[in-house]
Nanobody, 121 residues
């Protein structure tokens, strides 16, 4: 069974950092592009970053310079390092696997269940 599991979310103060993990089981993550998405209460799901199978990366402007996406194929895991967190970053964060590295949700085939990130003092 193909499965993605996110972890690493939690409560952090503004300016703090968190690292999210997206672990795959049932398939080899190295062959897939991985995207990170987030959904805040009352808002649409937003694509924020992606990494291709060849490790090309992309970030939307709102997270560029603060977030870093990376992959460890030996661990079958993709990470999202988040620094300088702001209250506006509060959302449920999802990872997804697809054949193309985009931030468009419709291009992804498999999704994790999400992990909550709350940025608050």
């Amino acid at each position: 069974q193909l499965q993605l599991v996110e972890s690493g979310g939690g409560l952090v103060q503004p300016g703090g950092s968190l690292t999210l993990s997206c672990a795959a089981s049932g398939f080899t993550l190295a062959h897939w592009a991985i995207g990170w998405f987030r959904q805040a209460p009352g808002k649409d799901r937003e694509g924020i970053s992606c990494i291709s199978s060849s490790a090309d990366t992309y970030y939307v402007d709102s997270v560029k310079g603060r977030f870093t996406i990376s992959r460890d194929n030996a661990k079958n895991t993709v990470y999202l390092q988040m620094n300088s967190l702001k209250p506006d970053d509060t959302a449920v964060y999802y990872c997804a696997a697809g054949l193309r590295g985009t931030v468009v949700a419709a291009t992804y085939d498999y999704w994790g269940q999400g992990t909550q990130v709350t940025v608050s003092s």
